[in-house]
């Protein structure tokens, strides 16, 4: 099935630092979801994004939709340990569809 | 509030059996999905319901694997017969707007 790409693949950072991570797509996406999956558990939604360009905080973590629509990026400000976790952004097509395409993930691990 | 409740947690079968998994969505919530996941293929969205109407089944890799939603409070999964490549994590989520609330996901080992 059709896959939103996501980079960085894995990250390793210390304690303390902040982390960016994102989505991208050929295609035009009129929503945006960044979920976080801890380990024997299903995803649970961080952030919500519904216009281009908007910029939403949730905690340390802020996510924006980009203004091409085709990306979106989340930010996590002074890692904590509680942040490991696998990360997955999601994106709608089509309005009227509650249908999303999940990205690859990004595998954070964060060193005390 | 339960969020989505999912049976059996874990579920090790042999090939060529019958699987059933369940799933509860919250309470309210008017689309239900079911999602696979592995480490090569990720999430893949398989089949959702909208008002217990089955809307898109685009998902579903072949005709062993069925979804049936009789209410607006329950959804099951079936495969038949199984294969050991279905082994994965099944997923079931359900929405009332933008977002989904998922599962803890039904680990299915197929041996």
């Known amino acids: 099935g059709q896959q939103l790409n996501q980079s960085p693949q894995s990250m390793f950072i210390q304690e303390g630092e902040d982390v960016s991570m994102n989505c991208t797509s050929s295609?035009?996406?009129?929503?945006w979801l960044w979920y976080k999956q801890d380990p024997g558990e299903g995803p649970v939604l961080l952030i919500a994004?519904?216009?281009?360009?908007e910029l939403t905080s949730n905690g340390r973590l802020t996510a924006q939709f980009g203004i091409t629509r085709k990306d979106s990026f989340l930010n996590i400000s002074a890692s904590i340990p509680s942040d490991v976790g696998i990360y997955f952004c999601a994106g709608r097509l089509t309005s009227g569809t509650y249908k999303y395409i999940f990205g690859t993930g990004t595998r954070l691990k964060v060193l005390a | 509030d339960a969020g989505v409740i999912q049976s059996p947690r874990h579920e090790v079968t042999e090939m060529g059996q019958e699987v059933t998994l369940r799933c509860k969505p919250i309470s309210g919530h008017n689309s239900l999905f079911w999602y696979r996941q592995t480490m090569m293929r990720g999430l893949e969205l398989l089949i959702y319901?909208?008002?217990?109407?089955?809307?898109?089944d685009s998902g579903m890799p072949e005709d062993r694997f069925s979804a049936k939603m009789p209410n607006a409070s329950f959804s099951t999964l079936k495969i038949q017969p199984s294969e050991p490549r279905d082994s994965a994590v099944y997923f079931c989520?359900?929405?009332?707007?933008?977002?989904?609330?998922f599962g803890s996901g039904t680990r299915l080992t197929v041996v």
């Open positions: 319901f909208n008002n217990n109407v089955p809307i898109d």
């Open positions: 994004l519904y216009k281009a360009g």
């Open positions: 295609s035009i996406f009129n929503t």
């Open positions: 989520a359900s929405s009332q707007a933008a977002g989904y609330t």
